[in-house]
């Protein structure tokens, strides 16, 4: 399964003080997609678009805890890793209080605000139309997830769902890759796309030896690029969904 050169001397944990801006041109690379016996989607910022109950859960939690309030282009930007591995660095001994207010927060905002990406339903339909082994790791919250998955009914597409502490550990860690892709029956050789919007997707799937393809990636910097190239880029589902057609 080992598709991709890997290349593991830098990891980039993604809750940061600093802020990145890119000046990444968003289209697809010339190098054209092997066909893939799987494909495994990152959820937010690739498939759908919660970023504003994360925000709202966020920033009551950092209030709760006697902390500055992020703004939405902050936490679109540094709430990457998950919960459970950013909040210690975040609020210290109180990690847990925070974790837990954060989790009852977001329940309260979660459906309300959940959007689709555009074409990604079209996307998911294709692929699975082809009969390709479909999977999400998330650094969200697992049972969180799985409630977003069932809203949408989307439930029928993905053979498997893995969330933040479904594993031993998060993205971007291999070990929700292999639980992910434990049933799939796949055999050394196969070809696997992982799908994402963030640096941490692309070392994910690097790591774990997928074909790592980004989607949209704005505040991505350049020398992060550099250690961590995807495969092919994307602007959106839609463009992605054309280049596999295209296969």
Known sequence: MLFWKLNISRIYFLI????????????????KLPFPA??????????????RAI????NATLTEMG???????????RAKSSARDAFPNLFGKKSEQALKFFYEAFERFQ??????MNGAEELIKALSKNGIYLAIVSNKNGDHLRKEVIELGWSGYFQKVVGASDAIEDKPSIE???MALKSAGLGSNSIIWFVGDSVLDLQCATISGCVPILLEGSG??????????????????ERLKEAFLDI
């Open 16 to 31: 940061s003080s600093s802020s990145v801006s890119s000046s990444l041109t968003l289209t697809s690379n010339s190098s």
């Open 67 to 77: 902390h500055q309030t992020w703004t939405e282009e902050e936490t679109r930007k």
């Open 220 to 237: 991505i910097d350049d020398e992060c690029l550099k250690d961590w190239p995807p495969h092919s880029i994307f602007s959106s589902c």
């Open 111 to 116: 459906l309300e605000t959940l959007k689709v």
């Open 38 to 51: 799987a494909v495994i989607f990152d959820w937010d910022s690739t498939l759908v678009d919660n970023w």
């Open 55 to 58: 925000h709202l859960s966020l």
């Open 176 to 178: 929700p890759v292999k």
